[in-house]
């Protein structure tokens, strides 16, 4: 038995912890906000979103230098890193990144590309052909998306350059090497065969790109590399100690957070939010998005739904009102004075309905948000709060009933919570549960993430024989 760093590199927050197999613990968490982002105003109304990746890598430092005091005390066995999937960062041959980290939130390729067909249009006109061996619809954001744009407006800035996911950056400055991927992060650039378990050449040059713009990829659960001295001597985590492969955070929250893999739904609420269960063989559908688990399985994914930024967005706007009608400029409880006002509504919102899809969908990228059945008893913002909110649970259940549909697969008995939005808000858990009729049980330890890239470092050296085992022997939960 051991003690394990999970280090998760957010878009969010930046988190990282210590935890030990053996008393089936957190020893020590640390998180810091990432405040990385450097999108300029102009190119917000564009639709990008760019980051510093040096900056984010110093703040991945931090963390680690926090944790570093009881990480020496503590002999640590191995690190395990993971992520945000599908954005890219350019590298050149010095490994050092050339470009900004242009982050799964992108929209460019939604622009025009040529007559009435956007960028987007175009790439799933050309890889519709490969969902069966990819698992994916190319959407914005993806680092196959992205180098496709690049290619079209900014060729030079592909010259003898690499493009590389953030976990992958971060493992390369930790260890002092070039940077590689595993399958779990792999396919979230859209073009990675499921099948072949290799990039799909074919696809890849029908899209105009070169197979080498991608970097090599690595099984999952192994071992890249260890602490450099140079690391070592920043954050004062030891030199040599093993450091595994990133993996995908939609993986690593399933193996934190899920202890019976073919029994369990996982919804995942963050700023975005996620469905998934595991699959123990490989499923051909659309609609949804088909993964590699860590080592075997799959997991089948509804991504792209609504979550915390959502609600964020309501939020805004009540703060907005406050400042511009009444003149508050401090309102440092609002979230919970949302809440408090959607509490005091009955379910189903006395007739009020809300979709809260403001930015669109992958599945429909032009679709906005909707509230309906208004009347002059319902229109206020705690019924405006409440609506929303059961708009968020009605996705998952909506895609849920879709997934058994499409996939055949047979209904899961427990229902899984974790992700920011879940650990935070009791009255969303509330509502997500109603609407599923099931209890939702959250892991004992919050940071679910940052567990399973420590579990998944466990794995690599050795302590456990699969991740499904690791997740077996760690996960708990949280009394009802």
């Known amino acids: 038995m051991g003690k394990y760093i999970g280090l998760d590199l957010g878009t969010t927050s930046i988190s990282g912890l210590i935890l030990d197999t053996e008393s089936k613990a957190v020893l020590l968490h640390r998180n810091i906000s990432n405040n990385s982002e450097i999108t300029t105003s102009e190119n917000k109304t564009k639709g990008y979103s760019e980051w510093d990746i040096e900056q984010m890598i110093k703040l991945a430092y931090n963390v680690l230098s926090d944790l570093a005091d009881e990480s020496v005390r503590m002999d640590i066995s191995a690190i395990g890193v993971t992520g945000q999937m599908h954005g890219m960062v350019l590298l050149g041959q010095d490994n050092r990144f050339r470009s900004p980290l242009i982050g799964w939130q992108d929209q460019r390729c939604n622009q025009s590309f040529y007559g009435e067909v956007t960028y987007l249009e175009a790439i799933q006109e050309i890889s519709q052909y490969y969902l069966e061996k990819t698992g994916c619809q190319l959407s914005t954001g993806y680092m196959a998306s992205t180098l496709f744009w690049l290619h079209q407006n900014a060729p030079e800035s592909l010259t003898n350059r690499t493009a590389c996911f953030a976990p992958d950056y971060l493992i390369g400055q930790l260890c002092g090497i070039t940077p590689v991927t595993d399958p779990t992060i792999a396919a979230s650039a859209g073009v990675f065969n499921l099948q072949t378990e290799t990039w799909d050449a074919d696809l890849i040059h029908n899209l105009g790109l070169l197979v080498t713009q991608f970097p090599r990829i690595q099984p999952s659960c192994t071992i890249i590399g260890g602490i450099s001295k140079a690391t070592s001597n920043i954050t004062g985590i030891p030199s040599g100690i093993p450091v595994s492969v990133a993996c995908g955070d939609n993986q690593a929250s399933f193996a934190g957070s899920v202890s019976n893999y073919l029994n369990s739904l996982l919804i995942n609420i963050g700023t975005g939010g996620q469905i998934s269960v595991f699959l123990d063989k490989h499923l051909s559908t659309h609609g949804f998005d088909v993964r590699p688990f860590l080592q ?33 400029d401090d309102t440092p409880n609002l979230y919970s004075n949302l809440n408090r006002l959607a509490s005091e509504v009955a379910a189903g919102s006395d007739g009020l309905r809300c979709e809260p899809i403001f ?20 229109f ?39 992700g920011n939005g879940i650990r935070e808000n009791q009255l969303l858990c509330q509502i997500v549960s109603d609407f599923f009729s099931a209890p939702l049980k959250t892991p004992l330890y919050t940071e679910e993430t940052a ?11 050795g302590e456990f024989s699969n991740i499904e085992d690791a997740s077996r022997n760690f996960i708990q939960y949280n009394p009802n």
């Open 380 to 418: 206020t913002i705690g019924h405006m709060a409440r609506s929303l909110i059961e708009g968020i649970a009605e996705q998952f259940v909506v895609f849920y009933e879709e997934m058994k549909e499409i996939s055949g697969i047979q209904p899961r008995q427990s229902l899984i919570g974790s």
């Open 359 to 378: 930015s669109g969908s992958r599945r429909e990228p032009d679709r906005r948000g909707i509230w309906e059945g208004m009347s002059t008893t319902n």
């Open 451 to 461: 567990v399973g890239a420590a579990l998944s470092s466990a794995v690599a050296i």
């Open 296 to 328: 075997d399985g799959f997991l089948l994914v509804g991504a792209g739904l609504c979550g915390g930024k959502s609600y964020h967005v309501l939020r805004d706007f009540v703060q907005h009102i406050g400042m511009s009608v009444f003149g508050i």
